[in-house]
């Protein structure tokens, strides 16, 4: 994408959201309410997505293509966390241009180990005007292209800002309501706060899952295979960044490490890299280049785990966390209350002497 495309982009970007807003405004006309004010925010962004994803997954030209490399990163950060990255890099040539032009495209894991390098594959594309390029295999849909995980976690930052909203959001008098002189309209009685309370209950209980999903779902089945593994990598942690954009650390109440592991699946002729988070003081883990046991599920090998390797890292350092906090608010608090204290005994012993002169 060159500077002008890029400022097309961006220009167009603005006037889309400017559009939304008078397309809202206009179909609200200044009524209120949570059915205008929220919801249909959200529906108009909802369909407007779902128009670009048709037109992108029914338009643009399909051209043979060739895969020259596959690329499987995982970068593990010092907040305990890693994240994985796989893709593709295919040549092809775009009609009516004389060249070829190579792309990388990110894929899922099952269309990952499908494809080899020098395979041929059908891509699509769109290059409206030669301003930018915009391809994928021909397979893939445009909302398999979407970080989901990246995209919930976003879900639930936005959601929680809506429901402070409209925990706190003051409800309009109606227009017909009749007000005394001197005196301020009476709010009309809402129920958006009982609401917004059941939406924080189920709000806080998708957090819950999302935190302790690795504590609720099973490491392992019987049905999963048992081979073995080289230990590619191992990073411990005794503690972790507050974000990616801090250096200052939280210390964990049970240090884990971040294991990689590459083997190669049965029926599969590549190796895969596993991940897998274990308890660094609890479990047994050999050094980089060593082979350990592991266990994998036949239909998603990146899924592999540990044979016999304790994770209680998961529910101790969120409960450890949430205990400091507490503890540092039970703090505040006492501490709060004994300045008080010494207040008012200060200042009533000063009275007293005042009043005795």
Same mark, same amino acid.
């Given at each position: 994408?060159?500077?002008?495309?890029?400022?097309?982009?961006?220009?167009?970007?603005?006037?889309?959201?400017?559009? @939304?807003?008078?397309?809202?405004? $206009?179909?609200? =006309?200044?009524?209120?309410?949570?059915?205008?004010?929220?919801? #249909?925010?959200?529906?108009?962004?909802?369909?407007?997505?779902?128009?670009?994803?048709?037109?992108?997954?029914?338009?643009?030209?399909? !051209?043979?293509?060739?895969?020259?490399?596959?690329?499987?990163?995982?970068?593990?950060?010092?907040?305990?966390?890693?994240? =994985?990255?796989?893709?593709?890099?295919?040549? *092809?040539?775009?009609?009516?241009?004389?060249?070829?032009?190579?792309?990388?495209?990110?894929?899922?894991?099952?269309?990952?180990?499908?494809? +080899?390098?020098?395979?041929?594959?059908? !891509?699509?594309? %769109?290059?409206?005007?030669?301003?930018?390029?915009?391809?994928?295999?021909?397979?893939?849909?445009?909302?398999?292209?979407?970080?989901?995980?990246?995209? /919930? @976690?976003? *879900?639930? %930052?936005?959601?929680?800002?809506?429901?402070?909203? @409209?925990?706190?959001?003051?409800?309009?008098?109606?227009?017909?309501?009749?007000?005394?002189?001197?005196?301020?309209?009476?709010?009309?009685?809402?129920?958006?706060?009982? %609401?917004?309370?059941?939406?924080?209950?189920? /709000?806080?209980?998708?957090?819950?899952?999302?935190?302790?999903?690795?504590?609720?779902?099973?490491?392992?089945?019987?049905?999963?295979?048992?081979?073995?593994?080289?230990?590619?990598? %191992?990073?411990?942690?005794?503690?972790?960044?507050?974000?990616?954009?801090?250096?200052?650390?939280?210390?964990?109440?049970?240090? $884990?490490?971040?294991?990689?592991?590459?083997?190669?699946?049965?029926?599969?002729?590549?190796?895969?890299?596993?991940?897998?988070?274990?308890?660094?003081?609890?479990?047994? @883990?050999?050094?980089?280049?060593? +082979?350990?046991?592991?266990?994998?599920?036949?239909?998603?090998?990146?899924?592999?785990?540990?044979?016999?390797?304790?994770?209680?890292?998961? /529910?101790?350092?969120?409960?450890?966390?949430?205990?400091?906090? #507490?503890?540092? !608010?039970?703090?505040?608090?006492?501490? /709060?209350? #004994?300045?008080?204290?010494?207040? =008012?005994? $200060?200042?009533?012993?000063?009275?007293?002497?005042?009043?005795?002169?």
């Amino acid at each position: 994408m060159n500077i002008f495309a890029s400022l097309l982009v961006f220009f167009g970007g603005l006037l889309l959201i400017y559009l @939304l807003t008078a397309v809202i405004k $206009f179909l609200t =006309r200044g009524r209120g309410g949570m059915a205008t004010g929220f919801f #249909l925010p959200v529906l108009l962004v909802v369909l407007l997505g779902l128009g670009v994803s048709f037109y992108l997954d029914n338009n643009g030209d399909v !051209v043979p293509g060739t895969v020259v490399a596959k690329n499987e990163e995982i970068n593990v950060y010092d907040t305990g966390t890693y994240m =994985r990255f796989l893709n593709i890099d295919v040549q *092809f040539q775009p009609l009516n241009t004389g060249y070829p032009t190579t792309i990388r495209m990110p894929v899922d894991a099952a269309l990952f180990d499908q494809l +080899h390098n020098g395979q041929a594959v059908q !891509v699509r594309y %769109i290059n409206p005007a030669g301003l930018f390029l915009f391809s994928r295999l021909k397979q893939q849909t445009t909302f398999s292209l979407i970080p989901w995980n990246v995209m /919930w @976690l976003i *879900f639930l %930052i936005v959601s929680f800002v809506g429901l402070v909203y @409209l925990w706190f959001r003051k409800p309009r008098p109606r227009a017909d309501t009749v007000v005394e002189p001197g005196s301020e309209p009476a709010a009309p009685p809402s129920l958006r706060r009982p %609401i917004a309370f059941v939406l924080f209950i189920v /709000w806080l209980g998708a957090v819950l899952f999302t935190v302790f999903q690795p504590v609720l779902m099973p490491v392992s089945s019987d049905s999963w295979q048992t081979t073995t593994a080289q230990l590619k990598a %191992i990073r411990r942690y005794i503690e972790v960044t507050e974000s990616r954009r801090t250096s200052r650390t939280i210390p964990l109440v049970q240090p $884990f490490a971040i294991v990689q592991f590459t083997f190669t699946p049965q029926g599969l002729s590549d190796s895969v890299t596993g991940v897998d988070v274990v308890d660094s003081a609890t479990s047994t @883990l050999p050094e980089q280049g060593s +082979h350990l046991t592991i266990k994998y599920p036949a239909d998603n090998p990146r899924a592999a785990v540990i044979g016999d390797a304790a994770r209680t890292h998961y /529910w101790k350092n969120p409960l450890g966390a949430l205990g400091l906090a #507490l503890a540092s !608010v039970l703090a505040l608090g006492l501490i /709060w209350l #004994l300045v008080r204290l010494i207040w =008012r005994i $200060f200042t009533r012993g000063l009275v007293a002497i005042v009043a005795r002169r």
